[in-house]
């Protein structure tokens, strides 16, 4: 766990933890709980709430009775009774939280709840390291021995309780597994006490965690811990595409974020007409797409192939059905037609400055080599080639050619 090592300041965050106990770093992640009512003292003449709320591997979470009155905060290292033996866990929300907590998820009886030990100790926690240290071998090796018996399962994870006398496997099926002759050949190779836990491909990608579609990491995995059913039905009123590649996470169900904004989607859609078809004297238009949050509707008439759609506003398709059952029909859908905002390019400016992101798969053009390369000569006047083909005079040699030579008198 990630506050296993570090001791707890007066109002009960860890010691050291800058995040009021709220760290998402893999040790406390999902499983910690704010206590926003740390600051609160009680009333006069009330007693603090008996029940503590401790958490396990595998976002497992149990209330256990603090009898003898310890004083705890969350983060604190517990040994609490286990079937048998006894476990060791990390305290979780204790006081008026735990209370709500307690009333809100868990509905079993009081002689049901079992009771805290004592404080984990020094031996206590060093046993328990060991029992962790051994989880990862002991999941391959529970795999190699149930894919050796030829079980349509998986084994997903392992957790030793704290005294190491029993264990969790944890797998994932998608029928019913017969695992009697596999507890048997478990309790022979491990020398523990063997308990089979079945849990859902949701539970188990929230365990390994990830980065999704979205760019993010795996919201099963940092936050999320109600796992509702997702169906198709989501995605159509939110007009995705019924594609199982897109809509399926890494789990292989349909993703949890389909259930995030569809609540404003159908509220949205409680203002649309149900009636698919309009009635024109031209003909009758079906309905092909809406808009759900500009409240725009297009229809397109079915006798003309590859007509352009109309667009029409929700208000004004109502009066056209309603017209139609009183049976007057519009001569064209194109008189009540909206017309659209074309794209305006001068209106797209770069705030950020920043180019295009393709600028660099541009190919540069390679400058050709000035070895080798002849220079054009320029097309010669008549007047050029006339002084040209003129025969040059013996004289003309050297720059004072034309000067007569000087006497020169001794």
Sequence with gaps: MGCESCSNNKNGQPKGCRNNGTCSTGGCSKLAVFDWLANMEL??????????????????????????????????????????????????????????????KSGRKSRDIKKILRKAGSHDLEKWREAKALEYDTMHQARTIANSLGLEMKISDVEYQGDKTKAIFYYTAEGRVDFRELIKKYADAFRIRVEMKQIGARQEAGRLGGIGSCGRELCCSTWLTDFRSVSTSAAR????????????????????????????????????????????????????????????????????????PVALEKERVKEILELNEKGKYPEDLRMFAIEEPSANKEAFTNVVGQDSLTRFDKKKKKKSPRKGRRKQRKPQSDGNKQRQNQPRSKKGKGRNSSKKPRNNKK
């Design 237 to 308: 009123y939110q007009q995705l595409a019924l594609n199982t590649q897109k809509l399926a996470g890494q789990c292989g169900k349909l993703k949890c974020c389909l259930n995030y904004e569809l609540d404003s989607y159908l509220d949205a859609l409680k203002g649309f007409p149900k009636n698919s078809k309009i009635k024109t004297k031209k003909g009758t238009a079906q309905h092909l797409k809406t808009d759900i949050f500009k409240g725009i509707m297009w229809y397109v008439y079915e006798d003309s192939k590859g007509g352009s």
């Design 43 to 104: 009333p006069a003449g009330v007693e603090p709430f008996e029940y503590v709320e401790v958490r396990f591997k595998n976002s497992r979470k149990e209330f256990y009775n603090n009898r003898d009155q310890y004083s705890l905060n969350p983060g604190d290292v517990i040994v609490v009774e286990g079937s048998p033996g006894f476990d060791v866990g990390v305290v979780s929300a204790s006081g008026e939280l735990a209370r709500l907590q307690f009333q809100k």
